[in-house]
Nanobody, 111 residues
Framework: EVQLQASGGGLVQPGGSLRLSCVAS????????MTWIRQPPGKEFELVAS???????NYVDSVLGRFVISRDNAKNMLYLQMNDLKPEDTAVYYC?????RGQGTLVTVSS
């Protein structure tokens, strides 16, 4: 069974940083295309960042230069380093593989 559990969210002021983590199990993580998606309050899901098994990455334009996605295959962990956070980054963040997303973590950016 594919299991994904995100953590690391919280309340942060604009301009601050957070690092999200996701522990994965139940599948071959090292061979998997992984993504971080988010759902802002009252809005649709949005793909934030992705990382391939060859470590190639991609980002939505709104986070380019501020967020960094990474993975540790030895630990089955996915990360999202978020810098220079803005109020519009407020959302529940999920890690996902294909159509499966795990339990999310809430990020609130507010002064």
């Amino acid at each position: 069974e594919v299991q994904l559990q995100a953590s690391g969210g919280g309340l942060v002021q604009p301009g601050g940083s957070l690092r999200l983590s996701c522990v994965a199990s139940g599948f071959d993580f090292s061979r998997s295309f992984m993504t971080w998606i988010r759902q802002p309050p009252g809005k649709e899901f949005e793909l934030v960042a992705s990382i391939r098994d060859d470590y190639r990455v991609n980002y939505v334009d709104s986070v380019l230069g501020r967020f960094v996605i990474s993975r540790d295959n030895a630990k089955n962990m996915l990360y999202l380093q978020m810098n220079d956070l803005k109020p519009e980054d407020t959302a529940v963040y999920y890690c996902s593989r294909a159509t499966v997303r795990g339990q999310g973590t809430l990020v609130t950016v507010s002064s």
